[in-house]
């Protein structure tokens, strides 16, 4: 527990038998569109505060009343990487900088655990909760188009058109992770470079080694979310059947399954994505950014496909100068019939 400053907030974790604050907290904010299931079913948020796998920080005042939420999720206790969400700054607190402050207080929590860093998906319908992750150190590496089903509605956001909307993808930095090779396509080496860099990772570009032989056949998970109404393909070995691979998937989950959008990653850790991922092109898979993926070896390009969804510049708001550059890159990746 911390006592901040003069004004008598207080921060702290939540117990698990107090899971029915996040409950709450997000219903204040959304009712009951939000889109993450699990937040509205007491014996789920229960078990993963319980075993670790969900870590559940608060601004309160001095009388206990909520303020503030965030929460870390991880896919198994000791992950090295965090996924931070469920932020909710109630109305009545709006204009007092608690959400950095009590993402800043979760960040200490998981720098001191030795947590390499901490990545989320941020709403790109408005620059506030934008503003409050760069505020705190965090910088954007992509940008996922369409990803917020219609159905979500944002107190925060009220006004804004019900149709999809996109994310900024953040990363925050807790402490070095290792150094490792990246195997990114050659024409998108500046751009992944650049993020690397302003992220202060430890990857560093590379070229496949001389000889290098592609697996005869890929190797991937398909996940389907339907309260999103989207897919997220995980490739753990490209292999020279890539291509037809995801074309076959990608056919079936849009015509078949009837999904907006298929997103796909390839591990940059392996030399095989610098050698097939440009292939994907004339699928209309276009670029996304570069994330973290517990299912794969370290981090992951994301590749983007969208269905009956048209994007423009203007649907989408950043908050800083790299932010814009990056949506400008994304945007200019997009096959033609996906842009207006």
Not at 198 to 221: I, V, W
Not at 228 to 252: F, K, M, Q, S, Y
Request: proline letters at 4%; aromatic letters at 6%; charged letters at 25%.
């Amino acid at each position: 527990m911390l006592l901040d400053g003069d004004d008598g907030i207080v921060f702290r974790r939540l117990g698990p038998e107090e899971g029915s604050v996040l409950t709450s907290a997000i219903v204040a904010a959304y009712g009951s569109t939000y889109d993450v299931r699990w937040v509205y079913d007491a014996d789920e948020v229960r078990a993963r505060l319980t075993d670790g796998r969900y870590v559940s920080v608060v601004a309160e005042t001095a009388a206990g009343e909520l303020l503030c939420h965030m929460g870390m999720s991880t896919a198994a206790a000791g992950d090295a990487v965090g996924h931070a969400g469920q932020a909710v700054t109630l109305a009545a607190a709006r204009g007092q900088h608690l959400f950095t402050r009590t993402k800043r207080y979760l960040m200490d929590w998981a720098r001191d655990r030795g947590l390499a860093g901490m990545y989320s998906e941020v709403t790109a319908a408005h620059p506030y909760s934008q503003r409050a992750n760069l505020a705190v150190g965090a910088k954007e590496t992509g940008f996922l188009l369409g990803w917020i089903p219609a159905s979500v509605a944002n107190d925060a956001a009220a006004g804004a058109p019900r149709r999809r909307q996109s994310a900024a993808f953040f990363y925050a930095k807790l402490n070095d992770g290792h150094d490792r090779p990246v195997y990114a396509p050659a024409r998108h080496h500046e751009v992944i470079g650049r993020t690397l860099e302003l992220c202060a990772l430890r990857g560093a570009l590379a070229d496949p080694p001389a000889g290098y032989t592609l697996a005869e056949r890929t190797e991937l998970r398909v996940d389907v979310n339907h309260d999103h109404n989207l897919a997220l393909i995980t490739v753990t070995v490209p292999g020279a059947d890539l291509e037809e691979v995801v074309r076959a998937r990608r056919r079936r989950l849009f015509h078949h399954d009837r999904l907006d959008a298929v997103y796909l990653d390839l591990p940059l850790v392996s030399p095989g994505t610098a050698l097939v991922a440009d292939h994907l092109e004339a699928l209309g898979v276009s670029y996304s950014g570069i994330f973290p993926n517990h299912r794969a070896d370290g981090d992951v390009l994301r590749m983007q496909s969208l269905h009956r969804i048209r994007i423009t510049a203007d649907d989408v708001v950043v908050a800083s100068d790299h932010g814009r550059e990056l949506l400008d890159y994304v945007l200019a990746d997009l096959p033609a019939a996906a842009t207006g």
